[in-house]
């Protein structure tokens, strides 16, 4: 089993910026893949970004590329979500997730094994 609990959300104005954690406990982090998805009201859930189990590899929506940044520190067992110019449809509950297999779409939320509890983050305009 992990345990995976998300920080750092809050409520900022539209071109803030914000910096979510994901801390993990239980099994060995560095053997999973990691991801970070975001649901606002009334939609689904959707793909923001992935990084594999060393960081050698990142994956991001297309919509967020370039304003998001994931990483991961393995010896912190923590992965982060740096969320730059903020926009008020970036208002969402945002989950990071934890991925055992290899060889599935890290875009599919069905690819996760573990999932955090969400931080919401609302961006004003």
């Known amino acids: 089993q992990v345990q995976l609990v998300e920080s750092g959300g809050g409520l900022v104005q539209a071109g803030d910026s914000l910096r979510l954690s994901c801390a993990a406990s239980?099994?060995?982090?560095?053997?999973?893949?990691m991801g970070w998805f975001r649901q606002a009201p009334g939609k689904e859930r959707d793909f923001v970004a992935a990084?594999?189990?060393?960081?050698?590899?990142?994956y991001y929506a297309d919509s967020l590329k370039g304003r998001f940044t994931i990483s991961r520190d393995n010896a912190k067992n923590t992965v982060y979500l740096q969320m730059d110019s903020l926009k008020p449809e970036d208002t969402a509950v945002y989950y990071c997730?934890?991925?055992?297999?290899?060889?599935?779409?890290?875009?599919?939320?069905?690819?996760?094994?573990?999932w955090g509890q969400g931080t919401q983050v609302t961006v004003s305009s």
């Open positions: 239980g099994r060995t982090f560095s053997n999973y893949g």
């Open positions: 990084v594999s189990w060393r960081a050698s590899n990142t």
């Open positions: 997730a934890a991925r055992v297999r290899v060889g599935v779409s890290v875009r599919t939320g069905s690819s996760y094994d573990y």
